[in-house]
């Protein structure tokens, strides 16, 4: 696992004094890989129920069982490995999502995709953490909020790229086609590091399952991270079948380019939105953002009746939802300091969770409403995550 090659630096060089080791960017390509897999289902999700003879609210469990199982699984992964070599469980967890997602592709029935997108949730719970941790051990002490924030890039740029891509792939090659590419990704990025080799970890405490939910005990805590859960709930509702929405409604087939403006919507917000935390208090940037949010989302079925609406809807919903990222953590980390690592690890689980929440939800709706209706429904735990944050202020 630790193996060099001329084109690689060795273990004493891989601690660049100025420069990013550039195996922060096969980390980052590796979490393209992953972000790319998250979002993808959405995008190719009539052509699964189409394929596979299921309907458009089953297949949407896609989206539910590899959201969930990341959920639940990342913390229990991340006490079962701990004590296990870091770099030998990143790499065996980033090939592994390589193959989930060709075992995808190569599913021959609709129960055995379900049952390789729940693997594939298991692999991307194990390898985001560790890639984050490794990602600031390869940078100097200066430019370590530099490589966290490529190894994050990978994830968002998923949004803009890797996702629209896969969908593109879909309508043109067929979905299988779609988590190919997700399986070449991830095992590109596999082969490169197994050459390149990554420095030996540094030591660190590990964490007991008990120790990981401890903060869950506090009423305060769990009335923080709530509110999260209830928004991503609502936003997933919708964006889980947005691919079958925007074809309804526009009467188009390809809507490739406009999920690109979800997720071009996601990127600007990470820039703005650090730029915003450093000046105003998060409890005040949540409300106006998740405020913002809520309108938007009861805008989309009235508005989306062009292309160019379509588009720019899409783009400030992507906005202002990822605009609620960062003053959302500064929040819990106001609430409680002394769990940091252990509370921003459960933030990221209620992301998925609310993912897994909003994709079940949105499907059971589908059996009794129109697709239109789905982001209303959405507003409703958007509502009610207001509500809380507004009687629970934090620090």
Same mark, same amino acid.
């Given at each position: 696992?630790?193996?060099?090659?001329?084109?690689?630096?060795?273990? *004493? #060089?891989?601690?660049? $004094?100025?420069? &990013?080791?550039?195996?922060?960017?096969?980390?980052?390509?590796?979490?393209?890989?992953?972000?790319? #897999?998250?979002?993808? %289902?959405?995008? %190719?999700?009539?052509?699964?129920? $189409?394929?596979?003879?299921?309907?458009?609210g089953?297949?949407?469990?896609?989206?539910?069982?590899?959201?969930?199982?990341?959920?639940?699984?990342? =913390?229990?992964?991340?006490?079962?490995?701990?004590?296990?070599?870091?770099?030998?469980?990143?790499?065996?967890?980033?090939?592994?999502?390589?193959?989930?997602?060709?075992?995808?592709?190569?599913?021959?029935? +609709? =129960? @055995?995709?379900?049952?390789? *997108?729940?693997?594939?949730?298991?692999?991307?719970?194990?390898?985001? =953490?560790?890639?984050?941790?490794?990602?600031?051990?390869?940078?100097?002490?200066?430019?370590?909020?530099?490589?966290?924030?490529?190894?994050?890039?990978?994830?968002?740029?998923?949004?803009?790229?890797?996702?629209?891509?896969?969908?593109? @792939?879909?309508e043109?090659?067929?979905?299988?086609?779609?988590? @190919?590419?997700?399986?070449?990704?991830?095992? %590109?990025?596999?082969?490169? &590091?197994?050459?390149?080799?990554?420095?030996?970890?540094?030591?660190?405490?590990s964490?007991?399952?008990?120790? $990981?939910?401890?903060?869950?005990?506090?009423?305060?805590?769990?009335?923080?991270?709530?509110?999260?859960?209830?928004?991503?709930?609502?936003?997933?509702? &919708?964006?889980?079948?947005?691919?079958?929405?925007?074809?309804?409604?526009l009467?188009?087939t390809?809507?490739?380019?406009?999920?690109?403006? +979800?997720?071009l919507?996601?990127?600007?917000?990470?820039?703005?939105?650090?730029?915003?935390?450093?000046?105003?208090?998060?409890?005040?940037?949540? @409300?106006?953002?998740?405020?913002?949010?809520?309108?938007?989302?009861?805008?989309l079925?009235?508005?989306?009746?062009?292309?160019?609406?379509?588009?720019?809807?899409?783009?400030?919903?992507?906005?202002? +939802?990822?605009?609620? +990222?960062?003053? !959302?953590?500064? $929040?819990?980390?106001?609430?409680?300091?002394?769990?940091?690592?252990?509370?921003?690890?459960?933030n990221?689980?209620?992301?998925?969770?609310?993912?897994?929440?909003?994709?079940?939800?949105?499907?059971?709706?589908?059996?009794?409403?129109?697709?239109? !209706?789905?982001?209303?429904?959405?507003?409703?735990?958007?509502?009610?995550?207001?509500?809380?944050i507004?009687s629970?202020?934090?620090?």
């Amino acid at each position: 696992m630790t193996q060099t090659t001329a084109s690689c630096p060795t273990m *004493r #060089d891989q601690q660049p $004094r100025a420069g &990013l080791n550039p195996r922060v960017f096969l980390l980052s390509l590796g979490m393209f890989a992953l972000g790319t #897999d998250a979002f993808i %289902v959405a995008g %190719v999700l009539p052509l699964i129920a $189409r394929d596979t003879g299921v309907s458009t609210g089953l297949a949407g469990q896609l989206v539910t069982v590899f959201s969930l199982t990341y959920g639940l699984a990342a =913390p229990l992964l991340a006490a079962l490995t701990g004590r296990w070599p870091r770099n030998r469980v990143l790499l065996g967890a980033l090939g592994l999502l390589g193959l989930a997602n060709l075992a995808s592709a190569l599913s021959p029935s +609709f =129960p @055995i995709l379900l049952f390789t *997108r729940l693997l594939a949730g298991c692999f991307a719970a194990t390898y985001t =953490p560790l890639a984050f941790a490794a990602g600031i051990e390869l940078a100097p002490p200066k430019r370590r909020g530099l490589a966290l924030a490529l190894v994050v890039g990978g994830l968002n740029i998923a949004t803009v790229l890797g996702a629209p891509l896969g969908m593109w @792939i879909g309508e043109q090659l067929g979905w299988r086609l779609s988590f @190919i590419l997700v399986a070449a990704l991830a095992i %590109v990025a596999f082969l490169c &590091l197994v050459i390149c080799g990554l420095p030996e970890a540094a030591s660190s405490v590990s964490l007991s399952l008990r120790e $990981r939910l401890k903060p869950i005990a506090r009423l305060r805590i769990v009335l923080a991270l709530l509110p999260a859960l209830l928004w991503n709930i609502g936003v997933y509702v &919708l964006y889980t079948y947005i691919a079958v929405f925007l074809q309804q409604r526009l009467h188009i087939t390809d809507v490739s380019l406009l999920l690109a403006c +979800f997720g071009l919507g996601i990127v600007f917000a990470n820039v703005l939105s650090a730029l915003l935390s450093n000046r105003f208090a998060p409890q005040r940037l949540v @409300i106006i953002f998740l405020s913002t949010l809520i309108v938007i989302q009861l805008a989309l079925p009235l508005l989306t009746t062009t292309v160019g609406s379509a588009a720019a809807l899409l783009l400030l919903w992507g906005m202002s +939802f990822a605009l609620l +990222f960062i003053p !959302q953590q500064q $929040r819990l980390l106001n609430i409680a300091p002394e769990h940091a690592n252990v509370i921003l690890a459960l933030n990221n689980s209620a992301l998925y969770l609310g993912i897994a929440g909003g994709a079940a939800l949105g499907g059971l709706a589908l059996r009794t409403f129109a697709i239109t !209706q789905l982001g209303w429904i959405g507003t409703l735990g958007m509502l009610l995550a207001l509500l809380m944050i507004m009687s629970n202020p934090g620090k």
